[in-house]
């Protein structure tokens, strides 16, 4: 049995959640599903972050797509948090991410 690749994705959010900062909110995550399933998913409120459901705007491949996918859960949680802080690092008020 093939092992799950996991993603990591972000989500671009409104305006209404960018603190102190020209750049905008995002929302990052992971996941063995495509970025695009799991948005819509967050979406319709299935196993959602509130701040996606709320908030979100769009996908920002950008910011991911350069990232390997992940072979493990424990790759994919770390990957997400190196993620989410280099985001922060740029300047971005980041969501998720944990």
């Known amino acids: 049995m093939k092992e799950p690749r996991y993603r990591v994705y ?10 102190g900062t020209d750049k905008p909110a995002v929302y990052v995550g992971y996941s063995v599903k495509s970025p695009e399933e799991r948005f819509a998913q967050h979406l319709r409120g299935e196993r ?12 920002r491949p950008r910011l991911y797509q350069a990232y390997p996918a992940a072979a493990s859960r424990p790759e994919a949680e ?10 922060r690092r740029r300047g971005f008020t980041v969501y998720g991410g944990h």
């Open 48 to 59: 959602a972050s509130r701040f996606v459901r709320d908030h979100g705007v769009r996908l």
């Open 10 to 19: 972000v989500i671009e959010l409104d305006d209404s959640l960018r603190k």
């Open 78 to 87: 770390r990957l997400e948090r190196h993620v989410a802080d280099r985001l």
